[in-house]
């Protein structure tokens, strides 16, 4: 279906959800997962960085790792299609925007309500008590720093993200596959669509009866729940879409 019926489908929208992953931020210069050249897992192991067990290996080591991908996204902005996806909820109401990115893009483009799936840079909690921490100081790329230590019970802080093996926190996966099985139009934008459960949220929304229309470059896991693929770059299609 091309572009043009695309906007069709989102003009007529009334409930709609926006799902995106790190290909939404990837025109504003943060790196995507899996990307073969360019993602994170091409240049770094997602085992030693990602994962609860990486964490008490050497906390300082993942630690620093996160304060610098902060700092990373701290001197990027939003883009055009962070913009459009604003406009999005601007025009329609109801709208809710669910992200995989721990990233705070969306929200510097205007949006008040982001649902986080898999938490945030900007959000480090006590390892220990869950205590909200401040973030520390920022290493050079693959330095390593020592965690603060929790005020309240002198464990490690920790990145306020969602690891592998973790559970999504609970909040913000029921509001998002509520959101999923009320809407009429869900876009999916910039992720591959396999990691899950937030890689279920397309296939909610699809069952629940709503049309899902899907921008990515590349053919995804999720190629086939959308009704309409528009393969290209968020930041170009977006804004188009919205026109
Ligand atoms: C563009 C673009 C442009 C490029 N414009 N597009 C079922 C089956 C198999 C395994 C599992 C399963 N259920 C659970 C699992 C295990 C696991 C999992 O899914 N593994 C799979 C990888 C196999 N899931 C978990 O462990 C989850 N937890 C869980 O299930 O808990 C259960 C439990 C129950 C009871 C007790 C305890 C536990 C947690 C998953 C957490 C994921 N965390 C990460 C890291 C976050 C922190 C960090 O950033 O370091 O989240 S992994 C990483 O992947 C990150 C992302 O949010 C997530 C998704 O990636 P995304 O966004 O899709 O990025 P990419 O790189 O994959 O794709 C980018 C896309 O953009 C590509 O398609 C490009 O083409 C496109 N693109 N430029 C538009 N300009």
Redesign the pocket.
């Known amino acids: 279906m091309p572009e043009r019926d695309a906007a069709g489908l989102l003009r007529d929208a009334k409930r709609v959800v926006v799902f995106t992953?790190?290909?939404?931020s990837?025109?504003s210069g943060v790196p995507?997962?899996?990307?073969s050249l360019t993602?994170?897992w091409a240049r770094y192991d997602?085992q030693s960085?990602?994962t609860p067990e990486a964490f008490e290996a050497d906390p300082a080591l993942v630690w620093g790792w996160?304060e610098w991908?902060r700092a990373e996204v701290e001197q990027v902005a939003p883009n055009a299609?962070h913009r459009a996806v604003a406009a999005i909820a601007a025009r329609v109401a109801s709208t809710v925007v669910i992200t995989?990115?721990?990233d705070d893009l969306h929200e510097r483009a205007g949006l008040e309500e982001v649902v986080h799936?898999?938490?945030s840079l900007f959000t480090p909690r006590c390892s220990g008590c869950g205590a909200p921490a401040e973030p520390g100081d920022v290493p050079a790329e693959g330095g390593r720093i020592p965690p603060p230590v929790c005020v309240d019970c002198g464990a490690d802080v920790r990145p306020g993200?969602?690891?592998?093996?973790?559970?999504?926190p609970a909040a913000a996966l029921s509001a998002a596959a509520e959101a999923a099985f009320d809407c009429d139009l869900l876009l999916t934008?910039?992720?591959?669509?396999?990691?899950?459960?937030?890689?279920e949220i397309p296939y909610v929304a699809d069952r629940a009866g709503a049309t899902v229309i899907q921008?990515?470059?590349?053919p995804?896991a999720l190629d086939s729940v959308a009704a309409v693929n528009l393969r290209?770059?968020?930041?170009q299609v977006l804004p188009d879409l919205v026109a």
């Open positions: 992953g790190a290909g939404m990837a025109e995507t997962f899996r990307d993602g994170l997602a960085l990602a996160y991908r299609g995989q990115n721990i799936l898999h938490g993200v969602v690891w592998f093996g973790e559970q999504l934008i910039g992720t591959s669509g396999l990691v899950y459960p937030a890689a921008i990515n470059p590349e995804t290209g770059p968020a930041a």
